[in-house]
């Protein structure tokens, strides 16, 4: 009986086929768990580890990164890395149009790099700082509604050799299901941000206040410990509308929005109670300490020079009242009437000043 031979063409045909045929279920079962992750989940981070760790069984690079770009800044950033030296170049920046991963974003277009060496585009930024040898990079913007929103970027196939076009078509695939996903993610968190926080200053509404203080008021209960709260009001900011303008005017609070925030603990939440009106909430911390922050603040404040992108170069002074769980209130409620009503103690008397719910200081 004639055996059959192995090395034969029609054996050899078939082995083409049968790895085709695996490769081709191999890259089914990809765009099947990215298309999972796509639809099941509007975690922005989730998503995009589902979909690097995809790409990293199919096209399987020696390193691989996910860079999105930081638009007030023009930069990219990395927001996944994996593979050797990540520790090193994590926290690196890359310029628009800076080495491969920046001209793909400023192009909007993908680029396939069999060696780097004859590419004027290449930047070994990143190879010295990890000591990583690069060789070989395929790069894809992740674009949306024509914005290009970051890029991916993997360096040196595991195997012998380089990134080919069908590597590159691949990824460019995936690209476009990762960036929409990635959108729909981000206005998803936009959706969910503007629910809790104020659109013009960027600090917590009120909504948000009265749901946190909730939980810290009944944490103060729990464990013993005190809730302090400052409550602000701008003197004479009527003056700064009438005679700037409405637009100024609220330019202004959102520059103090940013004076409080850098003037604050992480810990502590700083809030927009209403027009011009602030509050922050102080966990864990007495109505000494509190009073002590208050007077540094309204100091920062009364310190601070404002509008001066619009040449007006103004100042302004607040008047603060201080008011603390349990010495002055066993509620929400009660906290936010006493801190309130020192507040209208100081504007009483002469405001730029701070008063507790027990003394006065101006």
Not at 48 to 69: A, D, F, G, R, Y
Not at 74 to 88: C, M, N, S
Not at 134 to 145: A, D, N
Not at 319 to 325: D, W
């Amino acid at each position: 009986m004639r055996r059959p031979n192995p090395k034969s063409p029609e054996n050899s045909n078939k082995d083409v086929c049968f790895k085709e045929t695996a490769q081709r279920l191999q890259q089914l079962k990809v765009f099947s768990e990215i298309g999972k992750a796509v639809t099941s989940s509007l975690n922005t981070k989730e998503i995009l580890h589902v979909v690097m760790e995809q790409i990293s069984n199919l096209l399987q690079p020696k390193n691989w990164s996910l860079l999105l770009l930081d638009k007030e800044k023009q930069e990219l950033r990395f927001e996944i890395v994996v593979g050797d030296g990540v520790e090193k170049i994590k926290d690196l920046r890359l310029k628009m149009d800076e080495g491969i991963a920046g001209w793909v974003a400023k192009e909007g277009k993908p680029l396939l790099v069999p060696d780097v060496s004859k590419d004027p585009r290449f930047s070994a930024k990143a190879d010295s700082v990890s000591n990583f040898k690069t060789t070989s990079i395929i790069c894809v913007p992740l674009v949306t509604r024509g914005k290009t929103m970051g890029v991916i970027e993997l360096i040196n196939k595991v195997e012998e050799g380089h990134f080919g076009d069908d590597d590159l078509f691949l990824l460019t695939t995936i690209a476009d299901y990762t960036a929409i996903a990635i959108d729909n993610a981000l206005l998803f968190d936009k959706v969910q941000e503007l629910t809790v926080t104020d659109d013009l200053t960027r600090l917590y509404n009120s909504r948000f206040m009265h749901r946190y203080m909730d939980y810290e008021v009944e944490r103060a209960k729990r464990f013993g410990c005190d809730l302090s709260m400052l409550f602000m009001d701008l003197d004479f900011f009527k003056n700064v509308n009438d005679k700037h303008g409405h637009i100024c005017g609220s330019k202004l609070l959102t520059e103090l929005g940013q004076v409080i925030l850098r003037c604050i603990r992480s810990v502590d939440v700083a809030c927009r109670y209403g027009g011009d009106e602030f509050v922050v909430l102080m966990p864990e911390t007495s109505k000494n300490n509190a009073y002590t922050a208050a007077e540094k603040l309204r100091k920062k404040i009364k310190e601070t020079v404002f509008l001066k992108d619009e040449g007006i170069n103004c100042n302004v002074t607040v008047s603060i009242g201080v008011a603390s769980i349990p010495a002055d209130g066993k509620n929400k409620i009660e906290l936010i009437h006493m801190a309130d009503t020192a507040m209208y103690r100081v504007k009483a008397m002469s405001r730029d000043g701070v008063a507790t719910a027990e003394r006065e200081s101006i």
